[in-house]
């Protein structure tokens, strides 16, 4: 286990300080709720930062008005207490301000249950929110002045994992015929889409530049998702136990209404292996990354053609040279006309 402490949460702990220097200086006498508002307002965008202080702040309003109006009623009630949840949820629900819930809950349940009885509710009510609007704007400036997020070297940071870690596991998986541990790449396209989806969301995408970007790696990631399901079907077809390759067959034959009752045979799961074989050597070229040539075909035994753990061009130095494409670097930008030896199709993970 590695500890680290990321810029994220040095950004956090300013902010808390400045939000207690400020509550010290105006005297508040609840600072707690500002830290509050701060921590959760401190997210890993100025966007996302804004959209959680606005959610805040639509919570609070909501909590703190029938706070207000309940604990003028009866404070610490229970029973008034479970009414009034009742109704905060029932008018963020009504309002569509579904994330906007559990905050308006928490400062409502906070009015009705810490009011002291020399306070006054509605006054009470009031310095919640204040305190609450205090701890978002300084935790959204705090966010845009200090070391505000890099969101386009880790968007390329995050593509440039996905190539190399891709291109390794191609490249594994095509040359052992299977036996590879795939799953692990799936979590690096998933951060890949979430650094693709947050640069969307702090950015004006409407800007060429931004916009040619965003583009080519959501380009890229379809490239990328459309491997990693072939060299899935690729696992599922190599898998040692038999049940994996029988509910394989059956979910390739499978009709609408009926699944089919027989697996595939030994020389339709060696023609399928070649598709999805095919299909990924078709997409590494489509992104520029080197294709390995040294290829595995372990069905190929048991339907006849050549024997188990060998390639198609081995033990054949003129048939390897013949059949060597072209080496392209990792580096080479996406093209998406260049020559593909398939019909590209999308199939999800």
């Given at each position: 286990m590695r500890f680290s402490i990321g810029m994220r949460t040095v950004k956090t702990a300013l902010a808390v300080l400045i939000c207690l220097l400020i509550s010290k200086l105006l005297n508040l006498e609840y600072p707690f709720y500002a830290a509050i508002a701060t921590i959760i307002a401190m997210e890993s965008s100025i966007t996302s930062s804004y959209a959680a202080g606005k959610n805040r702040t639509m919570g609070t309003l909501v909590g703190a008005a029938f706070g207000g109006l309940f604990a003028f009623i009866g404070p610490h009630n229970a029973y008034l207490s479970a009414l009034g949840i009742i109704g905060v949820i029932a008018v963020c629900n009504m309002l569509k301000w579904n994330k906007s819930v559990s905050i308006a809950g928490i400062v409502f349940l906070a009015i009705m249950l810490n009011l002291q009885p020399h306070e006054a509710p509605f006054a009470?009510?009031?310095?919640?929110?204040?305190?609450?609007?205090?701890?978002?704007?300084?935790?959204?400036?705090?966010?845009?002045?200090v070391a505000p997020p890099k969101h386009d070297r880790n968007l390329e940071k995050a593509r440039l994992k996905v190539r190399r870690h891709l291109n390794r596991l191609a490249h594994d998986l095509l040359r052992q015929g299977g036996a590879v541990h795939i799953s692990p790449l799936k979590k690096d396209l998933a951060a890949l889409q979430k650094a693709c989806d947050?640069?969307?969301?702090?950015?004006?995408?409407?800007?060429?530049?931004?916009?040619?970007?965003?583009?080519?790696?959501?380009?890229?990631?379809?490239?990328?998702?459309?491997?990693?399901?072939?060299?899935?079907?690729?696992?599922?077809?190599?898998?040692?136990?038999?049940?994996?390759?029988?509910?394989?067959?059956?979910?390739?034959?499978?009709?609408?209404?009926?699944?089919?009752?027989?697996?595939?045979?030994?020389?339709?799961?060696?023609?399928?292996?070649?598709?999805?074989?095919?299909?990924?050597?078709?997409?590494?070229?489509?992104?520029?990354?080197?294709?390995?040539?040294?290829?595995?075909?372990?069905?190929?035994?048991?339907?006849?053609?050549?024997?188990?753990?060998?390639?198609?061009?081995?033990?054949?130095?003129?048939?390897?040279?013949?059949?060597?494409?072209?080496?392209?670097?990792?580096?080479?930008?996406l093209n998406r006309t260049s020559a593909v030896p398939y019909r590209r199709q999308t199939v999800k993970s």
């Open positions: 009470y009510a009031v310095h919640r929110v204040l305190d609450t609007l205090l701890g978002i704007g300084v935790a959204v400036l705090v966010n845009y002045f947050t640069y969307k969301e702090e950015f004006d995408i409407g800007q060429n530049k931004q916009h040619d970007l965003i583009e080519r790696i959501e380009q890229e990631l379809d490239v990328y998702r459309n491997t990693y399901s072939h060299m899935r079907m690729i696992r599922l077809l190599t898998d040692p136990d038999p049940e994996g390759v029988a509910s394989l067959g059956n979910s390739l034959l499978q009709t609408s209404n009926q699944k089919a009752e027989s697996t595939l045979s030994s020389e339709s799961q060696a023609i399928i292996y070649r598709y999805h074989v095919a299909c990924i050597l078709g997409e590494l070229q489509t992104l520029g990354l080197v294709i390995p040539t040294n290829i595995a075909y372990p069905l190929e035994r048991e339907s006849g053609h050549l024997p188990f753990g060998t390639s198609e061009t081995s033990g054949d130095p003129s048939k390897q040279e013949k059949s060597r494409p072209a080496e392209r670097t990792a580096g080479t930008p």
